[in-house]
């Protein structure tokens, strides 16, 4: 039996990175590729516009769409590990990406990443810098990395997979911003 099951998360952007920077690196994809612990290698695939014809997830007649073939070193139980290649599809939004994974064992995952201001009393009402042409976010603004993920499994596997992804998309949001902001500043965060 089949079952899904809704995760979300946000990584804190440091105030003194501009939101249009982070949203530029997040809609080039690579970032994501390259820091996710696991994939041992990818590389950009053919596009294959049929396979997200029919997926409500995907915008339709965007040229943003990017599709990868990826390697992943999946750990099966401690010291037994196989490596596991799927296809991921990329599409750029407004304010971030989309992305579906199709990993084997019918492992669907489904994930929207956005940059948007930091819910709570430290994001003043109104404020918006999230526009790629920002420079600066403004004093009192603060932003993360949104992240909503639908991961569609058999529930057997469900308690498994859910910590591996809950564990790897959050290392990823880091990486991708300790990336930004060594590229910006020329250090790290």
Not at 147 to 157: I, R
Request: net charge negative.
């Amino acid at each position: 039996m089949r079952s899904q099951r809704l995760l979300n998360h946000d990584v804190p952007i440091p105030g003194n990175l501009p939101p249009g920077v982070v949203i530029a690196s997040v809609q080039s994809f690579i970032p994501f590729l390259d820091n996710h612990k696991t994939m041992t290698r990818y590389s950009e695939t053919p596009p294959r516009p049929e396979s997200i014809a029919d997926d409500p997830f995907f915008s339709s007649g965007d040229d943003s769409v990017r599709f990868f073939q990826v390697s992943e070193l999946v750990t099966l139980a401690p010291g037994l590990s196989k490596e596991v290649t799927y296809q991921v599809v990329f599409q750029r939004i407004p304010d971030g990406m989309r992305s579906r994974a199709e990993a084997p064992a019918g492992v669907v995952i489904r994930a929207e990443y956005t940059v948007r201001p930091r819910l709570g009393p430290t994001s003043p009402a109104g404020s918006d810098s999230t526009g790629t042409g920002s420079t600066m976010t403004a004093v009192g603004d603060e932003y993360d990395i949104h992240e909503d993920v639908m991961v569609e499994a058999n529930s057997l596997m469900m308690p498994f997979i859910i910590d591996a992804v809950v564990t790897a998309h959050h290392t990823i949001c880091v990486g991708v911003i300790d990336e930004v902001a060594k590229s910006y500043f020329g250090t790290g965060v």
